[in-house]
């Protein structure tokens, strides 16, 4: 178990190993019954992640399982469908918790070209102000451009075509959708991971800890804690906890931490990803990334090539949510 240095941590981990079976009480029950059972099956209790050896340093067993972890799901996971729920911290103010049903078809390549593109379904549940929005993009169709509408009243407007990296697109966002995904959740802690060795290379401000029994969804995990124990404008978080779904052997949360500020009480969350109801390898094809699906409420779909003044499509949708209230 991990020896925190004050009860402020003692406290932040005990609420990591209860688990936040929360979300999963909070799934769209309309979109809960579509989800598949998983054909990609492996043995429970699968997380091994091996103490540090003498000369190494604190980050190393994690990157290397981290690594493994990102080969497997290169090579034995096609798709997936799952809830997520995601909060971030943008421009110093936490966002509510989002919630999204997702349908993911992760990238493929043979002899150097894109057999498979990373494609992308959202249908947001919650909060209330992105309730019924659905959102789709696939890597390199479309003019590189994601599909989007609003739900609710705003439903009634056509969806448009946006630039990921876009203002509109962006906004609310500290990610574009580009980034979405297991898969490159698995790479940005890889990336994010050897920065943080780079920061310390002596491993003297880094503590590294595995404790078993921490839940996510009632299902068990492996939480995985990597601690700085002093600030510096390199590190890019002050505490990290990273759930290893034991089943699956993948990480199914992410939340980061950072140092309070002047006046502040406890540790501020800066971001969280949760992955839960995840199904597995269920077969996903071409149809379910198409606005046209029937199961979809997009309207009026235009042509992505088309130019979009976002400023202007902005403008309206604050209009119409200034007469909806």
């Known amino acids: 178990m991990m020896k925190f240095s004050n009860p402020r941590r003692q406290f932040l ?5 209860a688990g936040t079976s929360l979300f999963a009480s909070q799934i769209l029950a309309q979109d809960e019954n ?5 054909v990609f099956r492996v043995a429970a209790n699968n997380v091994f992640i091996p103490p ?20 497997r799901i290169q090579n034995d996971i096609k798709d997936y469908e799952c809830l997520i729920v995601k909060r971030e911290r943008i421009h110093g103010v936490l966002n509510e918790y989002e919630y999204m049903v997702a349908k993911i078809r992760n990238h493929k390549e043979a ?8 494609s992308v379904y959202l249908n947001f549940g919650k909060p209330a102000n992105v309730a019924g929005r659905e959102v789709i993009w696939v890597e390199g169709a479309n003019n590189g451009k994601l599909c989007a509408h609003e739900g609710g009243l705003l439903g009634k407007f056509p969806a448009v075509w946006l630039d ?22 698995v790479a940005k802690l890889i990336e994010r991971g050897t920065r943080e060795k780079k920061a310390d290379l002596a491993g003297k401000e880094t503590i590294v800890t595995t404790t078993e029994g921490a839940k996510l969804d ?25 759930f290893i779904d034991q089943e699956y052997n993948l990480p199914v949360r992410y939340v ?4 309070p500020q002047a006046g ?23 149809a379910d990334f198409q606005p046209g699906n029937p199961n979809y409420r997009f309207r009026g779909v235009g042509n992505p090539a088309a130019k979009v003044d976002e400023k202007e499509v902005a403008r309206k949708k604050e209009e119409a949510e200034r007469k909806n209230k």
């Open 13 to 17: 981990l005990a609420v990591a190993a």
């Open 111 to 118: 002899d150097g070209r894109i057999v498979t593109p990373l």
């Open 164 to 185: 990921p990296k876009g203002a509109m697109a962006m906004r609310g966002n500290l990610y574009p959708i580009t980034e979405i995904g297991i898969e490159n959740l």
């Open 52 to 71: 540090q050896a003498p000369g190494q340093h604190p980050l190393d067993p994690a990157l290397q399982h981290a690594e493994e972890s990102l080969k």
């Open 34 to 38: 579509k989800l598949k059972e998983p």
């Open 256 to 259: 980061a931490y950072g140092w």
């Open 218 to 242: 009632k299902r068990p995990c492996t939480l995985l804690s990597i601690e700085h124990t002093v600030e510096r404008p390199a590190y890019e978080f002050q505490l990290a906890q990273i």
């Open 264 to 286: 502040q009480k406890g540790e501020p969350i800066l971001e969280e990803y949760n992955y839960s109801r995840i199904r597995l390898n269920v077969g996903l094809t071409d």
